[in-house]
Nanobody, 119 residues
């Protein structure tokens, strides 16, 4: 349902742009989020965007990361600038999908994309 891409290896101070596209039986999408999980740590919310455009960021990424969405493409983006080694993690997209017909709501997760920032 969710396909994420855009991860990679970058030096500290560099930039990456992640994208995540939803597909399937979609009527609408409510919240779209990015999480990350570093080795040995719990998964944490990085950034969130509602269908109305309300934004929320983790304190550790404020001013460096920007979340956005293209509703026509069912896609959420995460622009990451001024990357630091501590941003190294697997990044996961998440979306609350309202499905067509009687299928109800779905809490969908992408497969994860690795971001590695070298010092």
């Amino acid at each position: 349902q969710l396909q994420a891409c855009g991860g990679g290896l970058v030096p500290a101070g560099g930039s990456l742009r992640l994208s995540c596209r939803a597909s399937g039986t979609i009527f609408s999408i409510n919240d779209m989020n990015w999480y990350r999980q570093a080795p040995g740590k719990q998964r944490e919310l990085v950034a969130a965007i509602t269908s109305g455009g309300w934004l929320n960021y983790a304190d550790s990424v404020k001013g460096r990361f920007t979340i956005s969405r293209d509703n026509a493409k069912n896609t959420v983006y995460l622009q990451m600038n001024s990357l630091k080694p501590e941003d190294t993690a697997v990044y996961y997209c998440n979306a609350r999908i309202i499905q067509t017909g009687d299928r109800g709501a779905l809490d969908a997760w992408g497969q994860g994309t690795q971001v590695t920032v070298s010092s």
